[in-house]
């Protein structure tokens, strides 16, 4: 309402015409019949459910719940989410609010923001532009939706929690007290938002406007608190668009180019977990000692995330992807160690080594 | 320097107030409104004090005689009677009721005051995701001035299902929430933005965070606690349903049978492995949760419809629903009291009835005492507090039993009609039908003939005419509950209220054992006639089932006109009574 008098540049007159009008549409709204507040708030609720995932995959040992949350971003079936563990399997299963199951590919991901956008084969869903998101401001009356314990199953609607923005702050700010690789601005709550399985929620303001994705749990490493946050879409939709438009992976006339002596894993002296899987993600298993891997400092339980400026998905994709780079070319490798991302660069075979402390 | 910081609060005061004074009436309104619904609801809650203040929870009042809710886990670490405190800041003294461990739930009754601020009942089916709620009690036990903790939020999602720990302290068909709900929250309000109560307080999520708010609590639906409201005021240990079927969902998402007991009601209705299990308890049934919600909000021998498709035809049928715990489970928890450890993580719950093995003793009695010390019973509490085995209470199955049937002579007593009743009508046809009741038999005679059962034996090998259930001896016992009355008929007690199809509301049950029977009267809930009974030979067959039509007045006492005879699908018999004949006293 009082975006009226939004100040803006305009001329005396436009002025006046601005005030004229803004004095006409105060007029009509006070005697325009007025929605009642609880049910104008069911019908955003009721819309932004339907927007809403929940996503079943890895996990169900040692206190990992195997289910997040997420929300589509396309009418022909792309799902925003976080990037974790629970996306680590063939077989990931996104339920939408209506009751449907399905198969869910993970078309892509970014480790640096933690997310991932998954696919489901369905047409014309209801979903959230991205491009239409609004930022939040502290005291932002929010909505969060989520799968939170998973408690909701089949066509039985996510969790709804109300609260406000309290501080929009980054994260980087608070490095060593927050492990995670997301180092960009995120809105604190009021709201006890994040909770197992809420990672990949949306936060909409009270319009049902989309305001940001509910991160995953963090705890400080300082006080043990549990931070409840959100990462604002202003933050991931460049990356995300990216990878909807395919734009994160190398084109497909790429992948034909192969050099005269191309890279591999034993030339590296690296040894990955067993390829058991369509997708099983790139941990290494060994470094052998003395190799250019070990070299460079690469270790066991690294989870390698990109090769040069190319996302890996799978032991089969880092394999390929060495075998486009020349084996004796130098390497850029960041792996994911422990919940930082570590930059590793593979220095050709030869190179003088690098005195390490 | 203290006169400039005098100066500089003024200022800050001055500058202020116009702030203030520029609030949107409408928003100052909705202020003040909500802080009268918070006022108001907050009286009716109740601090409860168990073990001399090492522990307790919160509860409510929900009628002006002081019956108020809380939840079992509460009570039950209290024992038999306990103290609450309201926030008109004083203590009152309070004994148990009823208990209800699977739900969750206790009733007690606060006593000394018959205008008790009692909560008004929503209907909680109503509650939609994203209404406004606020839970009130006494988290943390941080009540000791008496004043009671308020927390508002938003409904998070409703008709949710939270496993329980073993058998007992399930929830189903619950609310969810973001208003605080905290340890010695248990057992108190949660009220809707009118301040209506739509739920109690009782379980969060809380796994790794440790025992506190997450901002996921979880209330039982008053919509639920009102089916079994009264079952706790028979002063019982009352149990949950269970269908005798199990049921999962199939790739079509649809929900289907995959057990069921040939012994259970619904098996005798047709439902069969394999089935598609559409409604139950009036709702849609889509997710396996969605059963198990539609299932939990009933008490065991509740009548309820299912509506199941069985090859490509779908059937809609009454289901008489069992209880989850055998009797000699009920017992032990009577006895012992179940192991209570809330708030626990998910463990399956067995869906198949339990069976006490054959040859099983069945426990009788209750020992004295409760497993932890209790404080002496105040003598108000002593008056409104019997001991008896198989009950939580007894004082309140007595009072609740001579009310009902306090209601039933009031329009005549049967007690004088003790002699031989002829009952003269037709049925079928037109055929003529002729009942001769006494105190020892029940006799039939039809134009082809007649058929005698003595009332003085085993009843459950004479359950004729064959096909019947046993109409001969449900007539006749049917005569001798009118005229021996609750003292006199075998042991007879409350049972609770139930359904009962063309009744509106709910019905009073009574249970009488008769010899090897039971019968189950049920009450019109409208003016208190006995508007039908059950003669129950066997749990794992269909009873013999009368209904009385159209009250009219003989010789001083109300008769029906009509008796309806049913039997598992069918209607045996339909009887129009045309004469009333009493002989003036019993043959010896």
Redesign the interface.
């Known amino acids: 309402m009082l975006n009226s008098f939004n100040t803006q540049a305009v001329s005396q007159p436009g002025r006046w015409r601005t005030f004229a009008c803004a004095v006409v549409a105060l007029a009509m709204l006070a005697v325009a019949p007025r929605v009642p507040a609880?049910e104008s708030?069911?019908a955003?609720?009721d819309a932004v459910?339907a927007k809403i995932v929940k996503i079943y995959g890895a996990g169900g040992v040692r206190?990992l719940e195997a289910y997040q949350s997420g929300f589509l971003i396309s009418a022909e079936g792309h799902v925003l989410t976080v990037w974790s563990y629970v996306l680590d399997t063939d077989y990931i299963t996104a339920t939408l609010d209506d009751?449907r199951?399905f198969e869910a590919k993970l078309v892509s991901f970014d480790p640096r923001l933690e997310l991932a956008v998954l696919k489901v084969e369905a047409t014309e869903l209801p979903h959230f532009d991205l491009a239409a998101a609004v930022p939040g401001e502290v005291g932002t009356r929010v909505?969060a939706f989520s799968n939170?314990?998973g408690?909701?199953?089949?066509?039985?609607?996510?969790?709804?929690?109300?609260g406000v923005i309290a501080v929009k702050t980054r994260l980087d700010a608070r490095r060593g007290v927050f492990e995670t690789p997301y180092h960009g601005s995120v809105y604190v709550l009021d709201?006890?938002?994040n909770?197992?399985g809420a990672a990949g929620g949306a936060l909409v303001n009270d319009e049902g406007e989309l305001l940001g994705m509910l991160g995953k749990e963090l705890r400080s490493a300082q006080n043990n608190i549990?931070l409840n946050y959100a990462m604002p879409i202003d933050e991931l939709r460049a990356s995300v668009e990216a990878i909807v438009a395919g734009r994160d992976r190398p084109a497909e006339q790429d992948k034909q180019d192969r050099p005269d002596h191309p890279a591999d894993l034993a030339s590296l002296g690296l040894v990955l977990v067993p390829d058991v899987l369509e997708r099983t993600p790139p941990y290494v298993d060994l470094v052998r000692s003395g190799s250019r891997a070990a070299v460079s400092g690469l270790k066991p339980d690294d989870l390698v995330v990109y090769l040069g400026e190319n996302i890996v998905q799978s032991c089969k994709n880092l394999r390929e992807e060495l075998g486009r780079l020349e084996r004796d070319a130098e390497l850029r490798v960041v792996v994911m160690r422990g919940q930082e991302l570590v930059e590793v660069v593979i220095k050709p075979a030869g190179a003088p080594e690098e005195n390490k402390p | 320097m203290t006169q400039r910081i005098a100066w500089l609060t003024l200022v800050c005061l001055l500058c202020c107030a116009p702030a203030w004074a520029q609030v949107d009436p409408d928003v100052q309104n909705a202020e003040a409104d909500r802080v009268a619904v918070v006022e108001r609801a907050s009286r009716s809650a109740v601090a409860i004090f168990a073990n001399g203040g090492q522990g307790g929870g919160s509860g409510v009042v929900i009628s002006p005689d002081g019956y108020a809710l809380s939840n079992f886990h509460v009570t039950n670490e209290a024992g038999k009677h306990m103290q609450c405190g309201m926030a008109d800041g004083k203590l009152y003294e309070a004994v148990i009721v009823g208990i209800d461990p699977t739900g969750d739930v206790a009733l007690i009754k606060l006593l000394g005051r018959e205008d008790f601020p009692a909560a008004e009942l929503a209907d909680s089916d109503q509650v939609?995701?994203?209404?406004?709620c606020f839970t009130i009690g006494n988290p943390f036990l941080l009540a000791t001035d008496l004043q009671p903790t308020v927390a508002y939020?938003?409904?998070?999602?409703v008709?949710?299902y939270?496993y329980p720990a073993g058998t007992i302290l399930e929830y189903a068909d619950c609310l969810?929430a973001?208003a605080a709900i905290n340890p010695g929250n248990s057992g108190g309000p949660m009220y809707d933005?009118q301040g209506r109560l739509i739920g109690i307080n009782g379980r969060g999520?809380f796994?790794?965070?440790g025992r506190v708010?997450?901002?996921?609590g979880y209330a039982i639906s008053i919509n639920q606690i009102k089916n079994f409201l009264g079952h706790l005021k028979s002063g019982r240990l009352v149990d949950h349903a269970t269908l005798g079927a199990s049921v999962r969902?199939d790739v079509d998402?649809r929900v289907v049978v995959d057990d069921i007991l040939e012994q259970s009601d619904a098996y005798r209705r047709g439902l069969r492995y394999g089935d598609e299990v559409v409604r139950f308890g009036g709702r849609d049934v889509?997710?396996?949760?969605?059963f198990k919600n539609a299932l939990g909000i009933f008490p065991q021998g509740w009548r309820v419809p299912l509506v199941f498709r069985h090859r490509d035809e779908t059937f809609e049928v009454l289901v008489r629903l069992r209880g989850v715990h055998s009797q000699a489970e009920l017992n032990e928890m009577l006895v012992g009291g179940p192991k209570v450890e809330p708030e626990k993580g998910p463990e399956k719950k067995p869906e198949k009835d339990k069976e006490p093995a054959p040859g099983e003793p069945k426990p009788d009695r209750m020992p004295a005492g409760h497993p932890h010390q209790e404080a002496p019973m105040p003598e108000v509490v002593k008056r409104h507090f019997i001991e008896r085995p198989g009950y939580v209470n007894y004082y309140f199955n007595e009072l609740n039993r001579d009310r009902v049937w306090k209601a039933l002579v009031a329009r005549g007593d049967y007690a004088g009609l003790s002699g031989a009743w002829t009952v003269l009508g037709t049925a079928g046809m037109g055929d003529l039908v002729e009942y001769t009741l006494t105190e020892d038999s029940a006799t039939i005679k039809l134009a082809s003939g007649e058929l005698t059962v003595g009332l003085d034996g085993e009843l459950s090998a004479r359950l004729d005419p064959p096909g019947s259930g046993g109409l001969l001896a449900a007539m006749g016992l049917w005569r001798r509950f009118l005229v021996s009355g609750v003292a006199q008929f075998g042991n007879v007690s409350y049972w609770g209220t139930a359904p009962l199809e063309g009744h509106e509301g709910l019905c009073d049950v009574l249970l009488g054992v008769y010899r090897d029977v039971e019968c189950r009267f049920y009450f019109d809930p409208a003016d208190g006639q006995l508007a039908a009974m059950e003669l129950i030979a066997d749990e794992d067959d269909d009873p013999c089932e009368l209904y009385f039509h159209d009250y009219h007045e003989v010789q001083g006492r109300m008769f029906p006109r009509r008796i309806e005879v049913r039997h598992g699908d069918i209607v045996y018999q339909s009887l129009d009574c045309k004469e009333f004949k009493f002989e003036e006293r019993a043959a010896k």
């Open positions: 609880a708030l069911a955003t609720i459910q206190g009751g199951r909505l939170l314990f408690v909701a199953t089949g066509d039985e609607a996510a969790s709804v929690q109300h709201a006890m938002t909770n197992p549990w | 939609q995701v994203g209404d406004w939020g938003v409904i998070s999602g008709h949710r939270q969810q973001d933005a999520s796994e790794k965070r708010n997450v901002g996921v969902s998402r889509n997710t396996v949760n969605a």
